[in-house]
Every structure is written in C-alpha cells, then in structure tokens.
C-alpha cells in the first residue's frame, strides 16, 4: 500500500502538536502546581505574621481595657460606695423602727399566745365542766318531780319575760274546786274584764333524752314518735280535768305548755294530727316563744285596760271639778255683788265729800293758810269690780 506524502506529512503535524499540547499541559500544571505552593507559603507566612500583629495588637488592646476599667470602676466603685452608705443609712432609718414595731409585736404576739393557750385551756375546763354538768341535768331530769318543777320554772321565767307580775296578773298553784276533788292547774293567768286562762305545764323527756342518745335513726325514730303518744297523752288528761268547767269567767280553752322548743317541735313532727286534734279537745298546745306571743298580748290587754281606768278616773276627776267650780263661781258672784255695793257707796261718798264738805273746807284752809292736797287726792273708784268671764264675754268688755 502506498502511502501519500501528504498524510505523512499531517500525521506528523498531528503527532507534533500532540505532543506540544501534551507539554503545554504539563508544564502548566507544574507551573500551576508551584504557583500554589508559593502561594501556601506566602499565605502561611503572611497568616503567622497577622497572629503576631493580632496578639500583639489584643494585648495592648486588653492593656488599654483593663487600664481604662480600672480606673472607670474605680470611680464607679467609689461612687457605688457612696450611694450604699447613703442607702445603707437610709434602710437602717427605715428598719430601725420597723424593727422595733417587730419587737413589740413579737412581745405582743408572745402574750396573746399566752392569753391564748390559757383561754383554750379555761375553755377546755369549761366544756369539761359543761360536759358533767349536762351529764349531771341529765340523769336529774329522768327524775319526774325535777322535771315538773323545771317546767314550772320555765313557765313562770316565760309569763315573767312577758311583763306580767305575780299575784297581779298570774296566780300560781291555785286550788280550784270540783264537784268530787280538788285540782291545782300550774298557773290562772288573768286578763281584763275578770277573765282567766289556765295553763298547765308539762315536761315530757323520757322519751325525748332516749331519741337523743339513739345509735341509729330507726331507734330515733321510734323514740320521738313515743314521745308525741305522750304528749297526745297529756293533752286527754287535760281535757278530761275540763279546767274551764270550774272557773268562772275562764276562757274556753286550757294551755299546754311545753318547757322546750325542741320538745314541742319533735312531739308535731311526729305526730302531724295533734296540734289539730288539741284544738278540738279544747287544749292549745304552747312553746315558750309562741306562750310568749300569747302573754305579751294579754299584757298590752292589761295596759290598754289601765288607760282605759286612767281616761274614766280623769273624767270623773274633771266632773268634779267642774263641780265645785261652778260652785266657787257662785260665791264669787255674791262678793262681787257686795264689792259693786260697795264701790256705788264709796263713790256717792267722795261725791257728797267733794260737793258739799270740800267748799267749806277749802275756806277753813285758807284762813288757817294750811294744805289740803291729802283731801283732794280723794277720787272716786272708776271701774266696778268685774265677776268671771269667758272669752267671749272678755271680748265683748274689751270693745
């Protein structure tokens, strides 16, 4: 195969520029590669001289700072420490008495827990106390004879509360008279118009002081249920002695009087009918507030009653007088008769004087040169005497 000289000629060229780019590469990376590594080391050189400088420069710098902070706080300090003592003075001026108020109140403090304790420990004798003596009424009023008297108390504290006073307005233990015995109601309390009511006092707790000391509200329950039996009881006892019956002038009715709130409060709770039931028995069934209500009414009564007495004993009073006024008046009238009588007489007397002697007289003087002013002055009286008159009649004289 024959081979033109012109492809020789261009392979060659080609080989040539080949290897001219294949050397233009190398060198230019070698040359790159050198110009890096000096550019490391100049930056490396350059990189430790500024850690130099930059030491040397954040040493003075922090010189420069601590210099200037000292002296800064070095005033500041001073300054600080003047406004603290200033300050410090200040807060003992302020504490100083706080601080003895605190001492004064923890002396105080001590003393009330010392007035505490022993209020606690007096309060505590006392319930104590209290305790016993509950225990102590307790056993007392399971006694039948303590518990009638302790009603009787308690009624008569009550009718006394109302204002009414004993042996005036209430009588206790009154004997009253019956067709085959004698019965003595607890109190008759009069009202006006010689009328009465009649109360008795009961004090049924038997039962009640049960209920109280029940375990369980089934047990409770049948206690105070009991207890208005008893009640109701007393209430048939009281209709049967039929106290108006044998009183005269006594209301219809007699009060049931039950010494305790409670007491009358649980007998009508557990026995719906028998507040109904008195009522139609003729027996009212009375607590002390509402027996209070009642007595505080017939008190009003009874003073009601007393102006009442008052107005008719003035009246009478008035009567009387008018009476012996008119009376005083007459005999008035017969002096003032005499009193004119005997002014006309005393008048017609200077007049004859001065008319008939005073001439004669009045000659006598002078020629004896002597006064007789005493004898002149002698007038007539003008005005008569003037009897009782009423305003009209001052009216009628005046024009």
Avoid at 256 to 266: K, M, N, T, Y
Avoid at 279 to 304: C, E, H, N, T
Avoid at 340 to 345: D, L, Q, R, T, Y
């Amino acid at each position: 195969m024959i081979v033109e000289p012109w492809v020789l000629w261009a392979f060659g060229l080609c080989l040539a520029l080949a290897g001219f780019g294949a050397g233009w590469v190398v060198s230019s990376t070698l040359l790159r590669r050198d110009a890096q590594r000096e550019a490391m080391q100049n930056h490396a050189i350059q990189s430790d001289q500024f850690k130099v400088l930059a030491s040397e420069a954040l040493q003075q710098a922090q010189q420069q700072f601590l210099t200037l902070a000292k002296q800064t706080l070095g005033a500041e300090q001073q300054e600080n420490r003047h406004a603290l003592e200033m300050k410090e003075q200040a807060i003992a001026h302020m504490v100083g008495p706080l601080s003895q108020k605190l001492e004064q109140l923890d002396v105080l403090t001590r003393r009330s827990e010392t007035t505490l304790r022993e209020n606690l420990q007096h309060l505590q004798n006392s319930q104590q106390q209290l305790t016993r003596e509950t225990a102590r009424l307790v056993q007392a009023l399971r006694s039948p004879q303590t518990r009638g008297r302790w009603g009787e108390q308690m009624l008569r504290r009550t009718v006394e509360a109302a204002g009414l006073q004993a042996q005036v307005s209430f009588f206790e233990q009154v004997t009253i008279s019956t067709d085959s015995t004698t019965q003595r109601p607890d109190m008759l309390i009069n009202l006006p118009e010689n009328r009465s009511i009649v109360v008795d006092a009961k004090a049924p707790l038997d039962a009640y002081l049960q209920a109280l000391e029940a375990e369980d509200d089934a047990t409770q329950k049948q206690h105070l249920q009991r207890h208005a039996q008893i009640v109701r009881g007393h209430v048939r006892e009281l209709q049967k002695r039929n106290y108006p019956k044998h009183i005269p002038e006594s209301a219809d009715f007699t009060i049931l009087f039950l010494p305790g709130e409670d007491i009358f409060r649980a007998a009508l709770q557990h026995d719906l009918g028998l507040l109904d039931d008195a009522l139609k028995m003729q027996v009212i069934l009375a607590s002390p507030f509402s027996l209070l209500a009642v007595l505080r009414a017939v008190d009003y009564s009874w003073r009601q009653q007393k102006l009442t007495e008052n107005a008719r004993a003035i009246a009478d009073v008035g009567r009387d007088l008018l009476d012996r006024l008119n009376t005083f008046a007459g005999h008035l009238g017969g002096v003032e008769k005499a009193l004119s009588h005997a002014v006309e007489k005393y008048n017609n007397s200077i007049r004859s004087f001065t008319s008939r002697v005073m001439p004669s007289v009045r000659k006598l003087a002078d020629y004896q040169s002597q006064s007789v002013e005493k004898l002149e002055a002698l007038e007539e009286i003008p005005h008569e005497p003037r009897g009782l008159a009423g305003p009209e009649d001052t009216t009628k004289s005046a024009a």
